[in-house]
């Protein structure tokens, strides 16, 4: 059984500094291990009254999992509503440890497991709770919307959470209200947020490894050779590449923009695990990620969420088979203040967004 080294990713902390953190892949599959492994997960989630609930991003061996047991693949709105609505005892989370954390949140009296829960956001870890309230509290005339992609102490400090297939709507909706907004972390979903709805935000400073490192004039380098091709772009990234984008949108909006724009080739600019669930719906269909580097240079996370990288199915059967250190553990009483803005995001979901669903909704 092959392990994989740790690597150490450096992501800019909110005061300019550069922080350093560890990402451990998963153990790689020997060849012809996957099928055992698959059947022996479904019949513990089975056993177990799990639900498994996967992020676009993760592997394809657990998005299809997911869908084939009757979990969900989806962006991480889909994945807060999924796993609050679903019957099951117990959720799996196949992703980041935020989304652990909100899992937990919103349904604190289930068991919420996950198969490693060192695996961290750069935006989140960009955001430490003590220094975010403090940055709040010199703004108290600003109302506070902080994105999915933060701990469960800085959502209690919040008065609204958002995901990227909300955040226009919902700041666009407090903008027309009067409100001035403080908002946190990714400055680049901010910037793109507030050109869009014309708001007053205050930024915070923090970015995701992963949209950070697309680059404009390599995109534009690239449609020159893909003449045809549709540009998909998610708003994590930098103004210069969402200028050039044909679709700006969530994990979701990007598959449902695909879906709609009707080409035979799109430039891809997200994490590549999206292109698995976008391959599935649009057979024939062309998809290629967006440049990273730039000339010359190296690529940190080479459009992959090195974190989202550390689930796999070992560490996934090491969960199920109730191995310790998987359980995810909130402070209740932080658990019920970061409740609050959750469900103000969702019940305004429910208002607005009836439509949108991930891949493998029950």
């Not at 750069?122 to 010199?138: G, I």
């Not at 666009?172 to 507030?194: C, F, M, N, S, T």
Request: with cysteine; charged share 25%.
């Amino acid at each position: 059984m092959a392990v994989a080294k740790p690597i150490q990713i450096r992501f800019e902390r909110y005061n300019g500094d550069v922080g350093i953190a560890p990402a451990k892949p998963p153990e790689v599959l020997a060849p012809g291990e996957k099928p055992a492994l698959v059947e022996r997960a479904k019949k513990l989630l089975k056993e177990r009254d799990a639900v498994l609930v996967a992020h676009y991003y993760v592997h394809p061996d657990l998005q299809d999992l997911a869908q084939d047991s009757g979990g969900t693949v989806s962006d991480s709105l889909e994945m807060a509503r999924f796993g609050h609505e679903h019957k099951a005892r117990t959720i799996v989370v196949a992703g980041v440890r935020f989304m652990g954390e909100t899992a937990k949140i919103l349904n604190p009296e289930k068991r919420v497991l996950m198969p490693d829960l060192q695996a961290e956001c750069s935006l989140d870890l960009a955001t430490p709770a003590d220094q975010f309230s403090a940055f709040c509290d010199q703004h108290p005339d600003r109302v506070v919307v902080v994105y999915a992609n933060t701990s469960a102490a800085v959502k209690a400090r919040a008065d609204w959470m958002v995901t990227s297939s909300i955040a226009e709507k919902i700041v666009g909706e407090l903008h027309r209200q009067g409100k001035k907004i403080l908002w946190a972390p990714d400055k680049h979903l901010g910037d793109y947020v507030q050109r869009v709805t014309g708001a007053d935000m205050l930024m915070w400073n923090a970015a995701c490894v992963v949209h950070e490192e697309f680059k404009a004039l390599q995109l534009e380098e690239l449609k020159l050779k893909h003449p045809g091709a549709k540009v998909l772009v998610h708003p994590e990234s930098p103004r210069a590449v969402i200028a050039m984008a044909d679709a700006v949108g969530s994990t979701t909006g990007i598959i449902q923009a695909a879906e709609r724009l009707g080409a035979k080739e799109y430039i891809v600019a997200t994490d590549n695990g999206i292109i698995h669930q976008m391959r599935k719906r649009m057979p024939g269909v062309s998809f290629i990620e967006a440049p990273t580097a730039g000339k010359g240079a190296t690529c940190q996370s080479c459009a992959h969420c090195p974190w989202m990288a550390m689930n796999g199915l070992h560490n996934l059967l090491d969960t199920l088979e109730g191995k310790p250190g998987h359980e995810v553990f909130v402070d209740p009483e932080v658990g019920r203040r970061a409740k609050v803005p959750i469900e103000r995001m969702l019940e305004f979901a429910k208002r607005n967004l009836p439509q949108m669903k991930g891949s493998g909704d029950a």
